[in-house]
């Protein structure tokens, strides 16, 4: 009897820890779909402009949208691959001091994370010269 007044208790908990949390997100995704609704237009707009200019840039819809797709890959690899170093540099020097199965992972985690970040920063610029001189 006991056992079943517990489980019982624990469900009604439950339940109303769900309403509540239900009740909570849905007043702030009310909060944020106002606030932001103009931000996000204003968004959308300078992305769309900066997409044309790169298609006028290049010549070519399909060229413009390579383009401004690497320009995004390039911008955003740079902090990501920084956190992936970070973690690799963590697993080879502080965690690899006491496992060296770690030791091994941390030194990988670190080349990937420095040949992914030179692959996005290279290619660019290997795109730009292939349209602007491989094209002809």
Request: aromatic residues 12%; positive net charge.
């Amino acid at each position: 009897m006991k056992k079943a007044i517990t489980i019982f208790t624990i469900l009604i908990i439950l339940l109303l820890g769900i309403f509540a949390f239900t009740n909570k997100t849905y007043a702030a995704e009310r909060i944020i779909d106002n606030e932001t609704e103009g931000k996000l237009v204003e968004l959308k707009e300078t992305q769309t402009k900066s997409l044309k200019e790169y298609q006028d840039k290049y010549g070519s819809d399909v060229y413009g949208l390579v383009a401004y797709i690497l320009n995004i890959v390039r911008i955003y690899s740079i902090p990501f691959c920084f956190l992936g170093i970070t973690i690799g540099a963590i697993h080879r020097y502080v965690i690899g001091i006491r496992k060296l199965d770690t030791l091994e992972k941390g030194m990988g985690l670190i080349v990937t994370f420095v040949t992914l970040l030179i692959i996005c920063q290279v290619l660019p610029l290997a795109f730009a010269m292939f349209v602007k001189f491989g094209r002809g």
